[in-house]
């Protein structure tokens, strides 16, 4: 057996790893390349293999850096079975629709700009560019799935058998073993997928993964802890509170997939136990909504806190002062709305989408707050918010900054150094010969390392984009 890594290596975007057997390719996700624009685009449109070569895919998780190319190989010619958890595939649905849109709005941007360019200076590159992939292409994309529930064992290949166990991160998220069966011994491979950290809202806690002879894992916070869970609610409860007693309003940039239902949730156990005044709650983002109905869907993959809300005949993402908004006519009227009242809405860096029509409107108001609830990367709009800079640019304006600016940190989807080294504990002891890890910054994956080596005496490999190793 032969692995190949083909994204999420030393970066933490583009998760792809190909693995060999037995004369047949098979791909452990197809994710986006998320970067600098040219080279996204070249990393995302050229494959490094033909797409028809690919036997099966199987896909860890639905977020976008994880499945988000995989269109891309359908436009190419793949028409195999893509497996994974019902969840994910239905979540597949409004994201990667999302995606191809997000896709053919930015190459009409971009021809749009070439041709006035070249009304000016007729020799200028005036090549009209193609989306990576259209709606067309996701659509293709769907009738590929293969829904396979969470610890249910699939031939996917002579020999080749595909299981999985909750890694949660996100709803419908796994890790995945993968058992090679032709010839003498078999031999397993794990993939860790994203890791979650036990006690995020919604979802179960990450599962351990049977034993393995070779683990990929990731190590997006490979040197860092994170702060205890339990202080979420009434860091959460105390900045809704001040923000009502002053009139304000909370504006709440939040990726629409997972983090804002997570906010949601724990608003309406805050509203049920009294904690926080009651005022008018607005989630802003039609895919949001759209994802809101999939996690709906899906009570099956609930923790016991969340399941309680079904018990007492609860909808766990809905109570009588919150409010879905998909049409733009309405997001518009809450810019006349008088507050307190908080909005919920994308992007979760504040890069695009409604949120930055909320901002503008609210950001130089002493009154407001603005509550950043997950990772900004550089060089975004909300890490110069978090950083509480004194202007910021938006819509190409500089804005004062004058609104309360809290975080809250806590509800990142994955695992830290010690919850990562707790979660691949139970494999150390059991025949595990070597550690790949991916989907990491190299500080981040050095770091990792380090402590796997000294922790468990395993040995610990950073691969590159592009290499490849034999596996027996
Ligand atoms: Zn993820």
């Given at each position: 057996m032969k692995l190949t890594f083909w994204g999420a290596a030393q970066t933490v975007t583009g998760s792809m790893h190909e693995i060999a057997y037995e004369g047949r390719r098979y791909l452990l996700d197809c994710g986006q390349y998320q970067g600098r624009r040219e080279e996204s685009k070249e990393r995302n449109s050229?494959?490094?293999?033909?797409?028809?070569?690919?036997?099966a895919v199987m896909l860890s998780h639905a977020h976008i850096d994880h499945s988000g190319n995989l269109p891309t190989l359908v436009k190419n010619g793949y028409n195999g079975p893509i497996y994974t958890t019902p969840a994910s595939a239905d979540l597949c649905v409004p994201m990667l629709t999302d995606s191809a849109h997000l896709q053919e709005m930015d190459a009409i941007f971009v021809n749009k700009r070439r041709s006035r360019k070249r009304l000016i200076d007729?020799?200028?590159?005036g090549d009209q560019v193609e989306p990576l992939y259209t709606t067309e292409d996701a659509e293709k994309t769907f009738p590929l799935f293969r829904q396979v529930p969470m610890h249910t064992p699939t031939e996917v290949g002579p020999g080749l058998t595909y299981s999985t166990v909750d890694?949660?991160?996100?709803?419908g998220s796994t890790s995945i073993v993968l058992e090679a069966r032709n010839g003498g011994k078999p031999l397993r491979i794990g993939f860790s997928g994203d890791i979650g950290r036990p006690g995020l809202p919604i979802i179960r806690d990450p599962e351990p993964m049977p034993a393995v002879d070779y683990l990929i894992m990731e190590s997006t916070y490979g040197d860092r802890l994170h702060q205890d869970l339990g202080s979420v609610k009434d860091k959460f409860a105390d900045i809704v509170s001040r923000t009502a007693a002053r009139g304000g309003k909370i504006i709440v940039p939040s990726f629409a997939v997972g983090r804002t239902q997570q906010i949601v949730l724990v608003l309406h156990q805050l509203t049920k136990e009294g904690r926080i005044p009651s005022i008018p709650v607005f989630v802003d983002s039609p895919l949001a909504v759209n994802v809101t109905e999939v996690f709906r869907k899906?009570?099956?993959?609930?923790d016991d806190e969340t399941a309680q809300f079904l018990t007492d005949g609860e909808d766990p993402f809905g109570f009588s002062r919150l409010r879905y908004i998909r049409d733009v006519n309405e997001s518009k009227a809450l810019n006349d709305l008088r507050g307190p009242f908080m909005v919920i809405s994308a992007s979760g860096m504040c890069e695009a989408g409604r949120i930055l029509h909320h901002l503008r409107n609210?950001?130089?108001?002493?009154r407001n707050t603005v509550l950043i609830t997950g990772f900004q990367a550089e060089n975004t709009l909300g890490r110069k918010i978090v950083n509480k800079q004194r202007e910021v640019p938006i819509f190409g304006e500089p804005m004062r900054l004058r609104a309360e600016v809290a975080k809250l940190n806590e509800l990142s989807g994955h695992a830290d150094q010690h919850e990562l080294l707790n979660w691949m504990k139970p494999l150390a002891?059991?025949?595990?010969?070597r550690v790949f890890l991916v989907h990491g910054e190299p500080q981040q994956q050095k770091a990792l390392a380090r402590a796997i080596q000294e922790t468990y005496g395993l040995e610990v490999t950073i691969p590159a984009r592009g290499d490849s190793f034999v596996l027996d």
């Open positions: 050229q494959l490094p293999f033909p797409a028809p070569s690919i036997a007729p020799a200028a590159d890694a949660g991160h996100m709803l899906h009570k099956e993959l609930f609210n950001i130089e108001n002493p002891g059991k025949g595990l010969k």
